[in-house]
């Protein structure tokens, strides 16, 4: 394997260690040239010459059949589409998917645990809820939890030059696909083959600056006899985008401290002297002093906006493999492999350094005999560039795909035998200071007060002085931590024609698997060992299960103008010493009144098996984006909408334990529409759609346990309750008497539980017009719309409902439209891609932004048979949706994108056909 360095950190360089089990490996070996996916029996198996040639497998059955439309709605984007409308990269076309109504934070949002990865949130319902499939398979889950708590798939490392199209299905599948199937099911199509050789080359940059990147693809196909090989290869890199290189977000209307000392009982601050004005270079030239009513102190602007990249760095390699070997007319074998390699760079937090942080973050000093709070966040000036603290992902992903199929011989059955294993590994660098920053800044540590304080006589000329890169070094390092997951499954699929009704033919499928899913997350072991300036413990953490499940699917013409289908699966886990077993089903209804409309309905369960982080995890940290603490509040006799504590930002701490005796979630969904196609030129749709989940696995709600606190602590509940004792055992709080953070809430412990419900409805509508002209060229007109008409949940079971749609801290989208219009004239092809995005609450929570539109367009000239060029411009008004009411960094975070308009230049070339 190969590895990735780190410019200026040498030391930092990953080890990385053997990803899969040792017969996937081999296997891996064996087949290096052959490789990642056939379709699932699902997607994979061709017709024969004796077969129909119209029949096309849709995602949501097993089953071929002669039409695209089913008792479900299946929403199809193209390879062409994704580059036609001005999508990035998969990702990209499935982020802006109007069924992609939820808020999810991705590798461009920020401080968050995943910022090398990306993902989507179909109906909101979280992206724990959605399936990812990979040509009908099952990708390893990124080994870091999204948010810290739930297993997802990363969408982050998929090239789209393989992909051939993309498949949404709306609502739950899992008596198709077992767990996790129950907003909807998203299935990426590769490519099964190609004629000769192609090389893509493609560059781009933004108009405000920051965020270019560049790609190269090169793909083609070598068939010798019964053998056909198709290959792909993908490079590409990001530059990462600053705030500072924005002029809204390049500053704060209040300064951020960069240097102070702080007499902690008063309050008050010490003098610096001129260290603020001989120091007015750091921080690119802003460092200024503060003056405040207790003292002055060193401050920027500017430093929140030099230490936060909006874009991510990025550097990533894909390789693709697909090889199939006919040893007959009715046996094929075929061997598939995905390889990503994915280098993620970015920057959120400015190095800094607080007195005794280990320790109550103040320290006592002999020389003042006070109790003291000093302060340091290092400038770029000081430690070789802005870059230099940057953390660093470094990821490998692979997946397997082994099989043989054809049809049983003698008989009239197909069938698929597989072995698919997927693997992913990330690697993070994270920058720390080291455990020997306090003494050298406050010199010797001499001892402890009789509050258990530490004592130190410092000399201030250590806190004001301009720091060398070789002194930074001395107290600085950087931990590295693994994560890794696996899943390997073994399967066989079938499918064939029963029987013959009067209306058309029974089709039956059916499925067995046996599966196995793990996970690492090992942590530096120097973090529990003292050697970072740290308290805060890291545990490793360690879970697998194992699966197994038995499906069948059955398809029936009732009449000409009407179908049936139905489905079953029995999905059986086993983990943490225990089984849950799980029985879906589904069943669908086709109805054709005429030969232009057909009316479809059908309804589903669906489940998921309790995530394994949640049942796994031993001990999880992290913060709340806000906390209103109410027990201060009722002690100060306020009102929320008076009270400093109400609502402040960022919120508490947080610890989560996992619990082994989740319970799988349950889902049921149902949906009706229509289809009408009076000709090939015009098509419409209308779909509604309904989804529930109960049993839905939450964390305790922190908000609902600071009420009860309250509640118990001010007598309007029995203190010595139950309720109350493990509700006051959970909320950690400062005493009363610290000289610092006061009765503040120190951690909020919580843990998983399957108590929550979760309901949500609306409307799908899609149409597609083309028109042909003689002289004019020829257009298609396609729109998609998708609107939530409702969406409600409580966490338990006599709780009211809550309406999720009227919460103003609720950033999922209402409702979103996506339009676009191609114009083919000969050797030019022009798209107009227009996205209008609804209404979401403001950064304050008090009102709601308006709705949105962003334009797209594209433009490809054919010049001869191998050669295209085209241009591509997103966000052609160069419009920001700004939001200042939240404060810094005045825009939408995660809804919008800062980057303003983008444009690239796109080369491809084709030979040897």
């Known amino acids: 394997m190969q590895h990735i360095n780190y410019p200026g950190n040498p030391a930092l360089k990953p080890v990385l260690k053997p990803v899969l089990k040792p017969l996937a490996a081999c296997l891996l070996a064996i087949f290096y040239s052959q490789t990642y996916s056939s379709n699932a029996f699902a997607q994979t198996t061709e017709p024969k010459a004796d077969a129909k040639p119209d029949s096309v497998v849709i995602t949501g059955s097993r089953i071929p059949r002669a039409s695209l439309e089913g008792p479900a709605a299946v929403t199809i984007i193209t390879a062409e589409e994704i580059t036609k409308q001005g999508y990035k990269n998969v990702f990209d076309a499935l982020n802006n998917a109007v069924q992609n109504s939820g808020f999810t934070q991705g590798e461009d949002f920020g ?18 809820h959605t399936l990812i499939l990979l040509d009908g398979r099952r990708m390893a889950d990124f080994p870091i939890a999204y948010e810290g708590t739930i297993n997802f798939t990363n969408l982050a490392n998929i090239p789209s030059n393989i992909v051939e199209r993309i498949e949404i299905l709306n609502g739950g599948a899992s008596a198709i696909y077992g767990s996790d199937a129950i907003a909807g099911v998203v299935n990426i199509i590769l490519k099964k083959q190609s004629q000769g050789y192609n090389l893509n080359v493609k560059i781009g940059d933004t108009e405000r600056g920051g965020g270019s990147n560049k790609r190269v693809q090169f793909s083609g196909t070598a068939n010798v006899d019964q053998l056909r090989s198709l290959f792909s290869l993908e490079y590409s890199e990001r530059e990462p985008l600053r705030a500072t290189q924005r002029d809204f977000m390049a500053t704060r209307t209040t300064p951020s401290t960069t240097l102070s000392r702080k007499d902690v009982k008063s309050g008050r601050f010490f003098d610096l002297g001129d260290t603020c004005s001989q120091q007015s270079d750091f921080f690119e030239g802003s460092q200024i002093t503060y003056k405040t009513s207790k003292g002055n102190y060193c401050a920027s602007p500017r430093l929140s906006p030099m ?20 040893l007959n007319a009715d046996t094929t074998l075929f061997a598939d492999i995905l390889f990503g390699k994915n280098k993620t760079e970015n920057d959120t937090r400015s190095p800094s350094w607080v007195s005794s942080s280990t320790n109550q973050s103040y320290f006592w000093n002999k020389n003042t005999n006070a109790y003291e709070a000093w302060s340091k966040v290092f400038a770029p000036e000081e430690i070789n560039g802005v ?81 060398t890169p070789a002194e930074f070094e001395q107290i600085t390092g950087a931990s590295r931590s693994s994560d890794s997951s696996r899943t390997q499954t073994l399967s066989l699929a079938v499918n064939t024609e029963l029987w013959q009704l009067p209306a058309g033919a029974v089709k039956t499928a059916g499925i067995a698997e046996i599966g196995r899913q793990s996970f690492d997350n090992v942590v530096d072991p120097r973090v529990n060992q003292g050697y970072f300036n740290t308290v805060t413990k890291s545990d490793d953490v360690h879970g697998s299960r194992q699966r197994y499940a038995l499906g069948a699917e059955v398809y029936v013409p009732l009449l000409k103008e009407v179908t049936a289908s139905l489905a079953g699966r029995y999905d059986d886990y086993h983990f943490a010493g225990r089984k849950d077993g799980k029985l879906t089903y589904n069943g669908g209804l086709e109805v054709r009144p005429t030969k232009e409309l057909l009316l479809r309905g059908n309804y589903a369960t669906s489940f ?17 984006s806000s906390t209103t603490d109410y027990y201060r509040c009722k002690a100060e006799g306020k009102e929320l909408k008076d009270c400093d504590y109400a609502g402040y930002s960022p919120g508490a701490n947080y610890v989560q334990f996992g619990s082994p005796d989740l319970k799988s979630e349950k889902g049921k969904s149902f949906g009706l529409g229509l289809v009408w196609s009076p000709s090939n030129q015009f098509d419409v749709s209308l779909d509604y759609w309904n989804i529930k989940i109960s049993d839905m696995v939450v964390n305790l709600s ?84 998708s609107k939530v008409l409702s969406k409600k949940s409580k966490q338990f079971e006599n709780d009211e409902l809550y309406d999720d749609l009227a919460d103003l801290g609720n950033s999922d989208w209402r409702d979103k439209l996506i339009t676009s219009l191609n114009w083919n004239k000969g050797d030019w092809s022009n798209t ?26 594209s433009t490809v000239y054919q010049a001869n048979k191998n050669l ?45 056909a």
């Open 111 to 128: 401080n968050t645990f995943t910022p090398s990865a990306n993902t989507i949130s179909l109906r909101g319902l979280g992206p724990n």
């Open 307 to 326: 230490h936060w990249t909006v874009q991510t760095k990025n550097q990533s390699l894909n390789l693709f493999n697909s090889t199939n070997l006919d």
């Open 387 to 467: 870059n230099r603290f940057n953390r660093l992902w470094d990821d490998q992903s692979v997946g397997v795909n082994l099989g043989i199929k054809g049809v049983i011989p003698g008989t009239q059955w197909n069938y698929e035998a597989a072995y698919s294993a997927s693997a992913y590994r990330s690697e993070n660098v994270a920058p720390r200071t080291l455990a020997n920053i306090d003494q050298f800044f406050l010199g010797p540590k001499l001892g402890l007060d009789k509050a258990g304080i530490a004592i130190y006589a410092p000399d201030q000329q250590r806190l004001t002085q301009r720091l």
């Open 608 to 624: 998921r098996a309790p995530d394994m982080n949640y049942i796994f995890k031993a001990r999880g940290t992290g913060y709340y």
């Open 702 to 785: 922190s908000d609902q346990l600071l009420r009860d606190e309250a509640d118990c602590r001010t007598g309007k509940r029995d203190i010595n309750s139950s309720l109350c004792a493990d509700t006051i055992n959970r909320i950690k709080r400062y005493p009363k008497d610290a000289l610092s953070r006061a009765g503040e809430i120190q951690e909020i412990w919580v843990n998983p539980i399957n108590a929550a419900y979760q309901a949500t409805s609306g409307i799908d509508i899609s149409g597609k017009y083309q028109l042909k002209t003689s002289g004019y060229g020829d257009f298609i007109l396609k729109a998609n719309y």
């Open 832 to 857: 107009l891609t227009v996205t209008r995005y609804g209404k979401i609450p403001n950064g304050s929570g008090k009102y709601y932004l308006s709705p949105t539109g962003l334009a797209n367009w």
């Open 868 to 912: 295209s060029v085209s241009v591509i411009i997103n966000n052609v008004f160069n419009k920001i949706k700004y939001d200042y009411s939240g404060g810094w960094p005045n825009y939408p975070v995660g809804s919008f994108s800062p980057t303003g308009r983008q444009g690239w230049l796109e080369v491809n070339y084709k030979f040897g």
